[in-house]
C-alpha cells in the first residue's frame, strides 16, 4: 500500500533535472536584467529631473550612474538521481524475442531520501549554494554624445526651453499646423508635441521641435 504522505514529498521535490537547470538559468537572468533596469531608471530620472540643484550639478559634472553585470555564477546541489519512463518497442512488428526495448526516460533529481542514505551512506539535504559576482562596467557607449529627451509635453515655453537648454539641446517651434515660428513664441504658451518623442536618445546640440498652443 503506498503511503500518501511520501508520494507528497517526492511529488513535490523531485524536478526533472533539466527544470533545475534551466530554472537556476532563468533566475541569474531575471537577476541581471534586474541590474540593468535599475541602471536605466538612474539614468534616464539623471536626466528628466529638474529644479534640483544637485542633480543639475551632478548632469554638468558629466555624472553618469554605473551599470553592473553578473560575470560569473556558479551553483551546488545535492541531489540523486533517477531515471523514470516507458519502454516502447523498437518499431518492428516482427521484432525477433530478446529485442532490445527503447526507453522514452527523463532523468529527475530529488533530495537524497532515509532509505537511501542509510543504503548507501549518502548525505545530503534539499538546500543549495549559489554563489555570484557583481562587478560594475563603463555605461552605453551611446551615452557618449547622446542624452535622454525629456518629456516636455504640457510644460510651458519657459520651463521647457530653459531645461532643454540645461541637458545641451536646442529648441526650435511651429504651430499646430506645422507652420515654422521664427523666433521665441510667448513663454506662456502650452507645448503640445515634440519631436523626438521623450527618453529618446539624441545628439547632444542637437534640436528638439516643440509644437505649441499658438
Known sequence: MSDPLKEAMSDGFASPLGDVIASIGRGVADAQAALDHASLQATLSLYETDGDAGTDMLREIGYRPTFYVLPETSCEVQVSMRVSGSGASNGSANAAPGTPRLLQSRAYVTPVDAGFANRFGYEASASARLTFKIVPVPPPMAL??????????????????????????TATFQTKEGKPIDGMPKESEAILAQSPAPRTLAPIGGEILLTVSG
Do not use: N
Request: glycine letters at 12%.
Open 144 to 169: 557618449d554624445d547622446r542624452r535622454p529627451v525629456p518629456e516636455l509635453t504640457g510644460r510651458t515655453v519657459a520651463d521647457g526651453q530653459s531645461l532643454i537648454e540645461r541637458l545641451g539641446f
